[in-house]
């Protein structure tokens, strides 16, 4: 597949890429297209893509530069082929086929390929959506650079963030300290660093009030007795409103058992008043409706009539047999059937516990399968949409304690059982970005305020929906790119880079990481000032090479050798800072 090289490329810029070090990619789809991407482009690899789906290679693979990216159908032995010299170039392989077991084949393929001609072992990086079988492939590989990630894994926490309203990717810790993302600037934090402001410019440094700001959490020890207040009152909410939810449900189950129940007791009632006026007893004489009325009562309540009483004695006889023969039967019976149908409801997935402040996760797929299980380990209260009942992640789902709706959740019928006009979020989860659009815009016509997250495919399609959904009315929707996000876990995985965490900011994305400042490095001995004045990037925090940690370091702060400095950059932040600190990006020329 043939593309053009750059026409004022020259002969060094050509020798400078064959000096870079080599990938190879064996995958066509999206995911594969965007490592791809990012290797080329950002960390100036150059990159062997084998494909076999040329169609598929073909959305993405032009306009790459033929000294960086070069691809190739993959064929039966095409591993085995590769000589010598070239092995010994690769830096790393990434297997990015959707197959978790064809990945681990090719990856021992490759790992005795090169075991046997006694050569150096590339960094070998596996695709697994199966995490746990990733986990058992690693120990098989036996390497200690082998990953096994897995693309919904990759960007679960962005999702959790935002569904608990703070900017992706969550919690985040570096040197046992906690940094958190969110929309404002909270003055709580112990330090803040704004990552991006309103109209997506990244790292705009101290302005209050900017969208993203990174915070600094305050010892967690100083907040222990804050939390522990806060969490009984928020389980006593939650009791107070499942009372009510109850209660109502009740009310409605004894309303109709009662009209049934009434409605027999009238028959029979009706069916004895005659017997008893036509026929007299022995033992009683009856003179009126009302004298048989009154016996047949009492009867019911097996308590003997006293002829000789007052009406109005007479009527409380007649209360009191009720309530004892007739009225506590029929409540018990309702109470028994309220619970026996709520349960087999919830079995069902036809109803849920009464719950509020809770985030809704539709679909139950690898990824809202994982976002489910780490909302419910933050305790989160967790309803579930799945239109397959027998989907795996729906019995994985009610095993973490969330409550699981079976049915489409872009019917409203559906959204109002899980209780949307109380939900704190709701995070669709479908591959299909018309699958997840539908449930985002039914929800919101039942809720216009609430928050909510989409999951698509490509970066340009999230910057539309969210642009169109924010406009005017909802102001608290986010969407992001699983395969974006994705492949960013991938290329440093791939190249070895020390980022912490990866934090995704409307289109674009920011990157916290940390560099050693080298000897000769041009940091040595000049301020944070000197840095600032670069751009791209801000420096958060100094870890000293001698110990201890100065976090959000004034101007004047002098940086040595030895330092580590967390440095929150975009991505063209990262080879900035790289090259102040004399660090460069494994792998790359010096």
Known sequence: MPRKRKPDQTSDERSVAAASPLVLVVGEDELAGSLVRTLALRYGYRVQVLYRNEAAVARWSSGFDDDLVQVAPFQVGILEGLSDSVLRRIHAVAFMDRDDLGNVQL?????????????????????????????????????????????????????????????????????????????WWDTRAEAAWAVAGADGTVLVSDAPGEDFVLHLAPDVRRRWLK??????????????????????SFRKTTARLWWISAAVLLTVMATSLTVLLRDDSSAVHIDNPWEAFYVMVLLTGGTNPDMGASRAIQSAHMMVALTSSLLLPVFTAAILQSVFDRRDARLSGRTIQPVRGHVIVV??????????????????????????????????????????????????????????????SLVATASREVDSLRVVLTALELNRALPTVL???????????REKLTRNIYQAHK??????????????????????????????LVFLLTVE????SSLHEASISAVAQVGRMEVIAV????????????????????????VVADSAGIRKVAELASTTIPGDPK
Not at 227 to 248: F, N, T, W
Not at 455 to 465: A, L, N
């Open 107 to 183: 990856a021992l393929e490759f790992r005795d390929l090169v075991t046997e001609r006694d050569l150096p072992h590339p960094r070998l990086v596996l695709r697994m959506d199966d995490e746990e079988f990733g986990t058992n492939a690693m120990e098989l590989l036996g390497e200690n650079d082998v990953f096994a990630i897995s693309e919904t894994g990759a960007v679960a926490a962005t999702f959790v963030a935002a569904a608990v309203q703070r900017a992706g990717p969550g919690d985040i810790g570096l040197w046992n300290r906690t940094l958190y993302l969110a929309d």
């Open 455 to 465: 999951r698509v495919s490509e970066t340009g399609i999230s910057r539309r929906i």
């Open 227 to 248: 939390a522990a207040l806060r969490s009984p009152l928020e389980d006593i909410g939650q009791v107070l409103h499942r009372m009510r939810r109850a209660l109502g």
């Open 517 to 520: 400042v080298q000897p000769d």
């Open 479 to 508: 969407s992001f790119s699983v395969t974006a996000v994705a492949a960013e876990r991938f290329a440093q995985a791939v190249t070895e880079a020390a980022i912490v965490e990866i934090i995704p900011v409307d289109d674009q």
């Open 363 to 424: 679909g139950l797929g690898p990824l809202g399968h994982r976002v489910v299980i780490a909302l419910r380990e933050r305790r989160v209260p967790v309803v579930a949409i799945e239109r397959n009942a027998d989907a795996q992640g729906v019995a994985e789902a009610r095993a973490v304690g969330a409550e699981v709706l079976i049915g489409d959740a872009a019917d409203r019928r559906i959204l109002q059982s899980a209780e949307v006009r109380d939900a704190r």
């Open 543 to 566: 870890r000293r090479s001698g110990g201890g940690v100065r976090w959000n370091p004034d101007p004047a702060f002098k940086i040595a050798a030895g330092d580590t400095l967390a």
